[in-house]
């Protein structure tokens, strides 16, 4: 109980002494306590209410004669209060009064005051904006005299100094809106420029191409000159062409033309010269700037690739003229000195790895292009000069860094197409001699006109030097032209060869190997069709072997006029040989067996003439007409042969000979000649008479004995046996090698046998022989017989 009452005096205390705003607690203590504690606490608080309140009734009797006698003092003060009320109010109103004019002085100076110092902060501000507004005005002025990489740059300080400081106001909000669209329309009027610059170099990319070749073709030529300048020992191996020297390329450039290249050293111009780049510098500058420089690289790039496609779509008939060509070339050199040019004053907006790739791409199109063009090229002048531009565009690029070694390569493949060129020319220029030719000796009236031949051709003969003038030379016109011809081919030939930066070996191997393709096909080609010719005949084929001979002989000049050339030796192990040989034989075997064909079909066409009565019953005592027309025929043919080799001559007359035979024994066996007298039998042997005394003749020599009588024996033994009728010698000795009939085929003898017999029936020939002998008839029969059983034990043995 104690401790409670203890408790309710604490907390009385706090009551007292703490904030009422903080009593709440330590009333919420009094109701945790023990139950009914709050009955307990009311009271013993009533009780403390009232020793309060007798204490406050203490104090109020106290002090309460204090506080009447202070009411009775104020009430005495109140009168002098009023009093002073009146004083002061008038004073106040007096005070009032003087005090407006300074009040009004106040308020103005107050004005004052604060324009004064609103205008220090205009000032403040305008110092502040000015720097803005003079950037943005400059900004202005770029703009308009497209100074886009500068005002750029003034739009990167506007954004980075000045605007932050002002950045409060509104125009400086409008002028930042403005930035993004004035860097947007200096990207599109930098890209319009680009655009403008894509299209002006695309334009003049062939001028630049023009000029970089032909700079670089001046370049070359002078270092030829130089070099040709500098050789102690160059001319020595110049060669002479039809009496006459010929001029290498690079021999265009005479002395005039080198003082003009020094008077105009000063006027080389450059891509720089002629064309502006300052669109395509300001446009990278401005992208990059704006860091979008990546897509301004992809841009012109892409553009680029596009342009270069079509720079290298050629047109359709750029084969037809060297301008196509050469138009064609410089738009693509222009394009990569334009690259080149690009590639060296700016970083990264193309790299050596893009040109590469560009270049190879390019490369590509370039020789499948050419490839095709240069195939419908027929003229082998256009073909040269196709060539020289290809080597004037190749070390044009490969100065600039671009390596050229698959148009070098490609070079030669156009060499086989210019060779091919050359050799239809070649065929035509063949052709046209031939025509020309009258195949006949060279006459040569006195020593003027015998060196004139030899210069042109190198013909050696000192028995036909010992001869006076005139005298004729042996092969005809056609051969000293053809010479020339083949001369004229090699040093055609060897003009593609010049400036492909080969050695001498090879340029040697090139041209000996065009020049056995002219031999062995277009020469070759050119004298097998005149041979087969049918105006040609038999004094032009024996011309056309003459000539082949001494064209053959000249080979070997061929062969040192190629050395001459080259100054490779005949001896390298690797040096070519010519194949005139083999052509000029061929050739000549195609004349000789034109010559055999042209004779026996002269013999076919007189025997042809002969007009034999084959029923006639006594021989007309001489042989018959056509025979001798074409014995005399024969003879002065073969004196034609005279100039020929001994063997062509021999086998002709030979061949002739046994195809007279041949064509004779055919006759007798015509299959439609029925009946044959003994009359036109002995006929007959009068012209084979005459055959055989022509073969004696020796019409041809070289001959051994009777060699070429033996080609008449067939005919000879089968008419001595019907002749001297001999059967039983013919029939006993049938078979033996000594027989006196030995070439005496039995079915031979049963066909003509027959063909008599049935004459006999008719024209009662065998009478003579019945009066003689009657069983004659009866041997005849039994001679038939036995043939016939020769010619059936032939056939079963067979």
């Not at 604490?10 to 709440?24: P, Y």
């Not at 100094?161 to 403005?178: A, D, G, K």
């Not at 019945?770 to 008839?777: A, G, I, L, S, V």
Request: charged letters at 25%.
């Amino acid at each position: 109980m104690a401790e409670s009452l203890a408790e309710h005096e604490r907390i009385l205390q706090e009551i007292e002494s703490t904030d009422t705003a903080c009593v709440g607690p330590t009333l919420r203590s009094v109701y945790d306590d023990q139950p009914n504690a709050h009955q307990r606490f009311m009271e013993k608080l009533d009780a403390c209410i009232r020793n309060h309140d007798r204490e406050i009734e203490k104090m109020c009797n106290f002090h309460h004669q204090g506080f009447v006698d202070a009411i009775t003092e104020l009430l005495k003060v109140r009168a002098d209060a009023g009093k002073l009320k009146v004083q002061v109010t008038d004073t106040n109103r007096r005070l009032q009064d003087a005090g407006k004019e300074v009040i009004a002085q106040t308020e103005e100076i107050i004005r004052c005051r604060i324009q004064q110092r609103n205008i220090t902060t205009v000032v403040e501000k305008l110092q502040l904006c000015l720097p803005v507004l003079e950037m943005y005005s400059k900004l202005k002025e770029q703009m308009n005299v497209k100074r886009y990489y500068s005002a750029l740059k003034t739009m990167e300080q506007l954004e980075n100094t000045y605007l932050p400081r002002v950045s409060q106001y509104r125009f400086c909000q409008i002028m930042i809106e403005n930035l993004p669209k004035l860097r947007e329309e200096i990207k599109e009027i930098s890209m319009s420029d680009l655009k403008d610059f894509l299209e002006s170099i695309r334009k003049h990319s062939d001028k630049i191409g023009e000029t970089a070749m032909k700079q670089a073709q001046q370049q070359k030529t002078f270092n030829t000159v130089l070099q040709k300048q500098n050789n102690v020992n160059y001319g020595k191996n110049m060669y002479v062409i039809n009496g006459r020297v010929p001029e290498p390329k690079y021999e265009i450039t005479s002395k005039r033309t080198l003082e003009e290249e020094d008077e105009h050293e000063e006027e080389v111009l450059t891509a720089h010269d002629l064309v502006d780049f300052s669109p395509v510098y300001r446009c990278l500058h401005i992208y990059s700037v704006l860091g979008d420089g990546e897509t301004f690289e992809n841009y012109y790039r892409k553009q680029r690739r596009k342009q270069a496609r079509l720079v290298l779509q050629p047109q359709s008939s750029m084969h037809e003229t060297v301008e196509g060509y050469r138009r064609y070339f410089s738009q693509i050199v222009g394009f990569f000195v334009v690259e080149d040019h690009i590639l060296h004053v700016t970083q990264g907006l193309v790299t050596r790895a893009y040109t590469d790739e560009l270049w190879n791409m390019a490369l590509s199109k370039i020789i499948a292009v050419l490839r095709t063009h240069s195939s419908y090229c027929t003229d082998p002048d256009l073909v040269l000069e196709l060539k020289n531009l290809i080597v004037v565009f190749a070390d044009t690029l490969q100065g600039y860094g671009f390596p050229v070694n698959r148009l070098f390569d490609l070079l030669f493949e156009i060499r086989d197409q210019y060779n091919e060129t050359l050799l239809k020319k070649w065929t035509g220029l063949f052709r046209d001699i031939f025509e020309a030719d009258n195949y006949s000796p060279i006459p040569v009236a006195n020593e003027e006109e015998y060196k004139i031949v030899i210069s042109k051709f190198p013909f050696q003969d000192p028995e036909l030097d010992k001869q006076s003038f005139p005298k004729k030379l042996p092969m005809s016109q056609s051969v000293p032209q053809i010479y020339i011809q083949v001369k004229e081919f090699i040093y055609a030939s060897l003009k593609f060869s010049e400036s492909l930066h080969r050695s001498s070996t090879e340029i040697d191997d090139m041209l000996r190997k065009s020049t056995n393709l002219l031999l062995t096909r277009t020469l070759s080609s050119c004298l097998q069709n005149l041979i087969k010719k049918p105006h040609i005949g038999l004094t032009e084929l024996v011309q056309i072997i003459i000539n082949t001979t001494h064209l053959e002989q000249a080979c070997k000049y061929l062969e040192d006029f190629i050395t001459n050339i080259t100054n490779i030796s005949q001896e390298t192990v690797h040096t070519a040989r010519l194949y005139g040989l083999s052509t000029f034989k061929d050739a000549r075997h195609a004349a000789e067996g034109e010559i055999y064909t042209k004779l026996n079909q002269k013999i076919d066409e007189f025997i042809q003439l002969a007009d034999y009565d084959w029923t006639m019953s006594e021989p007309a005592g001489r042989a018959s007409g056509y025979l001798m027309d074409l014995i005399n025929f024969l003879r002065s043919t073969f004196q034609v042969f005279t100039h020929l080799p001994g063997k062509v001559a021999q086998t002709a007359c030979m061949s002739a000979c046994q195809h007279l035979s041949t064509t004779l024994m055919q006759m007798l066996l015509d299959s439609e000649l029925k009946q044959i007298s003994m009359g036109a039998v002995q006929q007959f042997n009068l012209d084979v008479i005459q055959c055989e005394l022509f073969a004696s003749s020796e019409p041809v020599p070289g001959f051994h004995g009777d060699t070429l009588q033996l080609a008449f024996i067939d005919l000879r033994q089968l008419l001595d046996l019907f002749m001297v009728w001999d059967w039983s010698t013919y029939l006993a000795d049938y078979g033996q090698p000594t027989s006196k009939y030995l070439r005496v085929n039995p079915s031979t003898a049963l066909t003509l046998l027959e063909k008599m017999k049935e004459t006999s029936k008719k024209n009662n020939i065998f009478a003579q022989f019945r009066k003689n002998d009657r069983d004659k008839q009866k041997l005849i029969e039994t001679v038939v017989k036995q043939l016939r059983s020769l010619v059936n034990g032939m056939s079963q043995h067979t």
